[in-house]
C-alpha cells in the first residue's frame, strides 16, 4: 500500500506544481481600443487645429514580452503645413518589454505614417512620414523615455537624429483615479529654433467595463513663428479632454 501511495502522492505534487507553474505564466493577449479627444495633442502640439480627432487602435502583446500594434487618429496639420492630401496618421509600432530587477524596461521601434502624405520638398518641409526608435525604462512610479529619429522627423528637412526625451509619472489617486505629471524635450536637429519642452499634467478616471476618460492641462514654449499654420499657434495653453473605450 505505502509503495503505490508514495509514487501517486510524488506524481500529484509533481503534476500540481506543474499546473500552478503553468498558471503563473503571463498569457498573451489582443486588444483593441477606440476613442475620442477634444484636441489631438502630441508632444505637446496640436495636431488637429484644436478640433476634436477619433482615434483607435490594436494591440498584440506576446506572453514572451514581445508586442506589436497599430493605432490610428484624424489629424489635420499635414494640410495645414500646405500638402493637398493627408488627414490620418498611422503608427505602426513593434518592441520587447522585460524587467531586471525592480526596473521595468521597453525598447522598440515606430513608424508614423501619414496616409495619403503629399507634402512636397520645399524649404521647409518635406515627406512628413518618419521611423524613431525609443528606449523606456520604469522604476516605482517613474518612466524616462528617449526616442530617436532614424529618419527626418514629421518633414523638417535635414533633421534625422533628431530626438525627444521624456520623464512621467503615474500616481495612483484611489478609487479609479490617476494622475499623471509630464514634461518632455524635442530636439530637432540642424534647426535649434524648431525645439521645445512641453509639460503636461493628466488626470485619468476608469469607469470600469473597459471605459475610462481624462483631462489633460497642456503647454509648450515652442517658437510661435515655427509652429503657427494658419494663423493658429498649435503650441498654446489648453485643457484637452478624451475618453476611451478598451475592449
Do not use: C
Not at 112 to 119: Q, S, T, V
Not at 191 to 214: C, H, P, R, V
Amino acid at each position: 500500500m505505502k509503495k503505490i501511495l508514495v509514487p501517486s502522492l510524488i506524481a500529484l505534487a509533481v503534476s500540481t506544481l506543474a499546473s500552478v507553474a503553468h498558471a503563473a505564466e503571463p498569457e498573451s493577449t489582443l486588444s483593441y481600443n477606440a476613442g475620442v479627444v477634444s484636441d489631438y495633442r502630441y508632444r505637446g502640439l496640436s495636431q488637429t487645429r484644436f478640433d476634436p480627432a477619433l482615434q483607435g487602435g490594436v494591440d498584440y502583446a506576446d506572453k514572451s514580452g514581445f508586442y506589436v500594434g497599430a493605432w490610428g487618429s484624424t489629424i489635420k496639420w499635414i494640410k495645414d503645413a500646405g500638402a493637398t492630401a493627408g488627414s490620418v496618421e498611422i503608427d505602426l509600432y513593434g518592441g520587447y518589454k522585460g524587467a531586471a530587477g525592480d526596473v521595468a524596461y521597453d525598447i522598440g521601434f515606430l513608424r508614423y505614417e501619414y496616409a495619403g502624405n503629399k507634402l512636397k520638398n520645399t524649404v521647409v518641409y518635406g515627406n512628413a512620414n518618419t521611423n524613431e526608435l525609443y528606449g523606456a525604462v520604469t522604476y516605482g512610479l517613474f518612466t524616462a523615455k528617449y526616442s530617436h529619429a532614424i529618419s527626418n522627423l514629421f518633414g523638417n528637412l535635414d533633421s534625422k537624429n533628431s530626438y525627444y526625451v521624456d520623464l512621467s509619472a503615474a500616481l495612483d489617486l484611489g478609487d479609479g483615479y490617476s494622475l499623471v505629471p509630464h514634461v518632455g524635450y524635442q530636439s530637432v536637429k540642424n534647426n535649434a529654433t524648431f525645439s521645445y519642452t512641453d509639460y503636461s499634467l493628466t488626470l485619468g478616471k476608469d469607469l470600469g467595463n473597459g471605459l475610462s476618460a481624462s483631462l489633460m492641462a497642456v503647454t509648450t514654449n515652442a517658437g510661435q513663428s515655427q509652429y503657427t499654420l494658419v494663423n493658429k499657434y498649435n503650441g498654446k495653453s489648453a485643457l484637452v479632454a478624451g475618453i476611451k473605450y478598451t475592449f
